[in-house]
Structures are given as C-alpha cells and as structure tokens.
C-alpha cells in the first residue's frame, strides 16, 4: 500500500460503487454536524466525475469546495475522508519493506533523524511503523482488533526524540542544511556572532521539531484510524473517533482544546447573530396599524382601507441580564454565553452580568475586559458565601434582595445553569419576584432534557416558574438566540 497524498486512491470495497461511498461519505459527515443535502451530494459526485480517483489532494478539495458550508469544519471533513477515501488498503509499504523485527528505540531512533531532515514522508513511514509495531489492541484477526493511536504514542514517546533531533541538527547531522548551519558551523566566517545569534536560532530549531512532532502525532492517530476502519468499519471508527465540529460540541463534555475551539467560535457566531437580530429589529420598525388614521385615509377609496396606515414606532433596544452559574459543571458553557454576549453588546442597550454560586455578584466589568473570565471571576467576585457547592435558591434570595433594580419592564433576564441544587431549598418566591419584573425571563439548561429532574436536579420545579431551554451545543444557542431573543 502507498499512502502517498498525490497518488490514487483504493477502490471501493466488495460491494460498494464510487456512488454508495459518496453517499455514505455525506452521511458520516452529517452525523457529526455537517449540514449536508441532497443538491451537495449531487455536486460531490459530479465533482467526483470530472475529478476522477487518480489525484487524491485533488478530490479532498475538490469534495471540500462542495461539501462544506461553514468555516470550522476542515477538521472534522479531512479525517472523516482520510476514512472513507484512503489511500491504500492492509499494511503499508513501510511495514512491508522492513525487515525485522522493530521496537520502541528503534522507532525512536529514526524518528528522530526525520525529525532532523524535517522530511514529512520519512515521518510518515515511521508513523505506520509505530503504529504496526505498538499499537496494537484486541485479538488479532477478529472483529474486536485495532489500533491505538493513544497506546502507541505513550510507548513511542515522541517527545523524548526533540532532543536528538536538535542535536543532530546542530552538529551538522541530518537536516543542518547550508542556511541553517550559516554563521553556526565550525570554520564559518560568521563563527565570531554566534552567541550572539544562536539563543534566537535554537528557539527557532526547536520550534519547528516541535510542530514537525504534532504533525507526527496526527499522522500516527490517522493511521490508527485508518487501519481500525478496515477491521471493525468505517461507521464504527467515525461514531467514536472522529470528533463533532464546534457547534454540536457538548458543553459539559468538552475538554480543554474543545473549550479553546469553542471560544474561537464566539466572533463567526456574534456576526451571524447580529445580522439575523438586526434583520429582526428592521422588521419591526413599521409599528402597528394605527386603525383611525388607516380609516381615515379609507375616506379617498369609498371606505375600502386598502393601503394600512402604521403608527410611528418608538424604537429601542432591549436590557439583558445575565444571571449565571459559574460552578465547576457548568463553568465552561456559562463562560461561553459570556463571551458571545459581550460580543453581542451592540444590539442591546443595557447589558448586565451577575455570577453566583451560592452567592450573587456583578462580574459586567470582568466580562467587558475579557481575559479568562472562569479565574478572574474566581478570584475578584465573591460568588460563594460558607460553602462551595451550588445552591440555586441562596442565590436567588441574594440577587433579589440585593441586585433586583438590575430588573425593569424592558429587560430580558437570561438564567444559565443546570438546576441541581445539592438537595437546598429552591427559592421559588425570589426567582418569582425576578420574573414578575422582567419583560420575558429564560432559563437556559445545558443538560439534557432526559437528566432534569434526576438525582439533585430540580430543573422540572424551576421549569414551572421559567420556561427553560435546552442548551448543551453552540447550534442550540444560536437557535436560541436567534428565534426567541427581543430584538
């Protein structure tokens, strides 16, 4: 097998034409959150057609132009077609061609002379390699056998080659080229200015080996995927290992780079809501009917009112507040709407931001100058009072009593919290004194519906007095916003 990127790719499996891979191509990627219809599965096979299978970066563009519809979703389109569209098929022409047996300090060994040419095939080679050699899970020949992506890093240990690496580097091993080794190398007329330039360049040698070793690392995860797919199927691999695009990322389930590509995902969010509330604002504009002067004007065309007359309206923009949950569960999805409302401020007249735990306080001023707002709100606003665990109802009771002027006829009063309440009283008369001010109140869950109401959640109580709103994905909140915000 080659897994040359330029070269052709395998041939459908047993079974299967180009077309009913194309389809089933389209419906992994809808399953991941990718909005795909039947007119873009027409153009990927037309696309197909005319591209045809012997040019594999070819086609990967040439099915992303008709593919994808959103920034944000590359990721997620390479290795779902790195799955469905390989270049090959068993084991590598690497594995093939080497004779021996391997072990983990050999691979190390020639990884980090790749790593000290910078020569991507070579890395890719010793990817397959890896993986053949370390990476195996479950019983040979069976259902049950894979590879692991995970194992075979934490046996490898990438990392422990950065330092040969640099030192072949350095000493004119593989990889010190001429522009490299200039003003470096033994005998070199620039010999003299070497201290002082060589902190700079070290930076940079280490640098690029370390971006060459990430790029490493995602070659080993696609080709343990890659082979995975061939003995438990394609659908199997992509359920489980291929990640969701930004907006069908769970909140509550996110990990740290997942929370990292959710925050990147606030300013293309902001600017598609802000056009779709400043579209709902310009709609209504026109006012209502004023009814005696439509019936007046009805006098020119016998009493027939045929043109409505509208009342001049008397524009504004809503106040929001934000009354938010900021306790380890729900931290980042709280974080999060932060964010995407302080991007949002300009569609709204007035916006406040209160935190709690057990305790309420105002963090507006936090929020406006950004930073990380879980560890600046942790550490400047008193948002627990004796204890630590949450307790919706104190908290409530705090905001009523000492933030409730926030509140008036033209405000709009967001809740964000999962609504478990470690067995404490609820405080349903103070989020009642809330709501009763507020023009329109909401509660937005990032749980799912099938857990409220289990365990310590008291979501279905709350829900009684707030209408409440699942909200665990980007695509819901946008949805959210979009559909129930005042404009």
């Known amino acids: 097998m080659s897994n040359d990127e330029s070269g052709a790719i ?12 194309l389809v089933a191509f389209a419906g992994a990627l809808r399953s991941k959150g990718l909005r795909i219809g039947t007119s873009e599965v027409v153009d990927a096979g037309q696309v197909a057609t005319v591209l045809g299978l012997q040019d594999r970066t070819l086609l990967r ?15 997620v389109f390479d290795m779902t077609f790195d799955l469905y569209f390989p270049a090959g098929v068993g084991v590598s022409a690497a594995v093939e061609e080497h004779e021996g047996p391997v072990d983990a300090q050999d691979l190390r060994d020639l990884l980090a002379m790749a790593l000290a040419d910078g020569d991507l095939r070579t890395l890719e080679q010793v990817a ?44 004119g091993g593989p990889g010190s080229g001429s522009a490299r080794g200039s003003g470096t190398g033994q005998g070199s007329p620039a010999q003299p200015q070497a201290p002082a330039e060589a902190p700079f360049t070290d930076r940079l040698e280490r640098d690029e080996v370390r971006r060459l070793v990430e790029a490493f690392r995602q070659m080993v995860a696609a080709e343990a995927r890659r082979r995975t ?52 604002r310009r709609a209504a504009r026109r006012g209502r009917i004023d009814v005696r002067r439509t019936m007046r004007r009805a006098m020119g065309t016998g009493g027939v009112p045929i043109v409505p007359v509208h009342a001049r309206p008397h524009p504004g923009r809503p106040e929001l507040v934000l009354l938010c949950d900021v306790s ?11 964010l995407l409302v302080r991007a949002l401020s300009d569609q709204f007249s007035k916006i406040r931001v209160f935190a709690f735990v057990n305790a309420t306080a105002e963090v507006t001023d936090i929020v406006k100058d950004g930073g990380d707002l879980a ?21 409530f009771a705090d905001f009523a009593t000492t933030h409730l002027e926030a509140v008036g006829p033209r405000t709009s009063v967001l809740i964000l919290g999962d609504a478990r309440n470690n067995n404490q009283p609820l405080g349903l008369p103070a989020l009642a004194a809330v709501v ?15 857990r409220w109401g289990l365990g310590d959640s008291v979501a279905p109580e709350y829900a009684e007095v707030v209408p409440m709103h699942a909200c665990s994905t980007i695509e819901q909140l946008e949805s959210f916003i979009g559909r129930l915000l005042p404009a």
Do not use: K
Request: charged fraction near 25%; charge should be positive; avoid cysteine.
């Open 10 to 21: 395998a041939g459908p499996a047993a079974g299967e034409d180009l077309a009913a891979r």
């Open 61 to 75: 563009e040439g099915l992303a132009a008709a593919l994808m519809r959103r920034s944000g979703q590359r990721e």
């Open 128 to 171: 397959e390699l890896a993986v053949d050699a370390l990476g195996v899970v479950g019983s040979a020949g069976t259902r049950t056998e894979g590879w692991s992506a995970f194992q075979t890093l934490d046996r490898l240990a990438p990392q422990t080659a950065i330092a040969a690496a640099l030192g072949l580097r350095g000493s």
């Open 229 to 280: 797919a061939e003995s438990r199927g394609r659908d199997v691999v992509t359920r489980h290992a291929v990640r969701a695009t930004s907006d069908h990322i769970d909140f509550l389930s996110a990990n740290r780079q997942q929370l990292e590509d959710l925050r990147s995902a606030v300013g293309p969010l902001a600017r598609r809501l802000a056009t779709r509330l400043s579209a709902r």
């Open 328 to 338: 380890g569960s729900v931290a980042g999805f709280s974080a999060f709407t932060m």
């Open 375 to 395: 560890d600046r709100i942790a550490q400047e606003a008193r948002v627990t009072s004796w204890h630590t665990s949450s307790d919706y109802g104190e908290a």
């Open 436 to 450: 009763d001010r507020a023009r329109r109140t909401f509660w937005l869950n990032p749980e799912h519906p099938s």
